[in-house]
């Protein structure tokens, strides 16, 4: 079974900040590990994903992400927080090669705010 | 290119009524997943359907809810005699391949029981 936690289900930063959205799963097997953004009235657009290459994964708009298996993490970071960055976040994990690897399992979301 | 159509976009029903959620996936993906939202939850598996087949219905409630996706058409969730627990988010996605985690996720349907 696998299970994802993220903390904070609200974080407000201000223009030009460092954003830090955390992300904590479990998988009894080795994970695939995505994040998706939505904004306002629009489907789930993918940011980033792991599949077991690199540990630290570039997406979209300047996002990037660090999967550390000692911490079973996937934090998703951005060094400069722009105004259009305002969305909710959504981190999910599947199964790794074989297996049920299309059920993703998310996380409660993230909405993250932005203050001029 | 389209991406991901779902419709209704909101769709309020009465306690007993039928909810028909559809879904036409991105062109060329023939591989539809489903999943819904409850409040202050994250969204959930429910299904997974090729054209013409269920695949995976692990995520479905026993009673009362079906999915199909015809050869021709969108691909259908249907919930009958809906309660007021079944008032959540319903988010379609669709991949090009055979069950993938490359998933176009659609704007979803927010279905209120009254």
């Known amino acids: 079974a696998q299970s994802v936690t993220q903390l904070g289900s609200h974080v407000s930063v201000s223009e030009g900040a460092l954003v830090l959205l955390r992300c904590n799963y479990s998988?009894?097997?080795?994970?695939?590990l995505f994040w998706y953004v939505q904004y306002p009235n629009q489907g789930l657009q993918l940011l980033l994903k792991?599949?077991?290459?690199?540990?630290l994964v570039k997406g979209i708009n300047g996002f990037e992400a660090e999967f550390k298996k000692s911490e079973t993490s996937f934090h998703l970071t951005k060094p400069s927080a722009h105004m259009s960055d305002a969305a909710e976040y959504f981190c999910?994990?599947?199964?790794?090669?074989?297996?049920?690897?299309?059920?993703?399992?998310f996380g409660k979301g993230t909405l993250l705010t932005v203050n001029p | 290119n389209a991406g991901v159509m779902q419709n209704p976009r909101h769709l309020v029903r009465r306690r007993g009524q039928e909810a028909r959620l559809r879904c036409s996936p991105m062109?060329?993906?023939?591989?539809v997943y489903w999943y819904r939202q409850l409040p202050e939850e994250g969204l959930k598996f429910m299904v997974y359907?090729?054209?013409?087949?269920?695949?995976?219905e692990s995520g479905m409630p026993k009673e009362r809810f079906s999915a199909e996706f015809p050869k021709e058409g969108p691909s259908i969730l249907r919930i009958q005699q809906v309660v007021r627990g079944d008032s959540a988010a319903y988010f379609c996605?669709?991949?090009?391949?055979?069950?993938?985690?490359?998933?176009?996720f659609g704007p979803g349907t927010r279905l209120t029981v009254t």
């Open positions: 996605a669709s991949s090009i391949n055979s069950g993938s985690n490359e998933q176009y």
């Open positions: 998988s009894s097997v080795p994970p695939y």
């Open positions: 792991y599949t077991s290459a690199a540990t």
């Open positions: 999910a994990v599947s199964e790794g090669v074989g297996g049920s690897n299309y059920k993703l399992t």
């Open positions: 062109k060329g993906h023939s591989h």
């Open positions: 359907l090729q054209k013409e087949n269920i695949i995976d």
